[in-house]
């Protein structure tokens, strides 16, 4: 498998935040892949950090790689380093080179891009799409962090605003502890339709739950009727 090295330095102007609104429905939930839970990931909090904090933190890392992927603090306190993301897609994007095909980004593979500590989770997708040509919008797909906590394998969906090297040097260099998956949002069969008929459908759902509220009024309106005829006979002076 190939490293798949990119930096995402090198031409930061190309990339910009793109904010991402949904009004599908969550498809459902398939068996978690190989054995893990995915988690709703909350607002992380941080406690963000002093520069001698940094410094420190940069320092232990370092002494902690064992692979050469070091982290490099400037003086300005913002620091640069490697994280290494793996793909999980269940269907291959767009390209613009093989339209429909991405064999450079195979299930299971690894990319390791070159970032800062201000690069967001908007703009490593977009990194990670622009390095393998993909046309799909970046709206499709999300950043996860895959961590363990007591022998469980837990997959947590990270916001665009997040800093994935943040995290990376909080937890330390060991991808066993901490790493990184891009996925696609799971949104299921209702991208195919158009928003009139979304809304459409939701008349229909709207109808029938009426429906079906009235014929169980009606339902339980007979049964007190028999109820009370019930009682009456009981209750009749002799």
Known sequence: MSSGYSSLEEDAEDFFFTARTSFFRRAPQG?????QQDVEKEKETYNYLSKEEIKEKVHKYNLAVTDKLKMTLN???I????????MELCRPPQTSQNPGKLAATSNGCMNTLHISSTNTVGEVIEALLKKFH???SPAKFALYKRCHREDQVYACKLSDQEHPLYLRLVAGPRTD??????REHEIGEWEAFSLPE???FLRILDK????QLQNLKKRYTAYKHKLEEALSEVWKPD
Do not use: A, M
């Open 31 to 35: 068996k978690p892949r190989g054995g």
């Open 75 to 77: 003086s300005n306190g």
């Open 79 to 86: 620091y640069t380093g490697f994280i290494k993301v793996q």
């Open 134 to 136: 993909v046309t799909d």
């Open 177 to 182: 502890t901490l790493s990184f998956v891009l």
């Open 198 to 200: 979304l809304q459409n």
């Open 208 to 211: 029938e739950e009426d429906e």
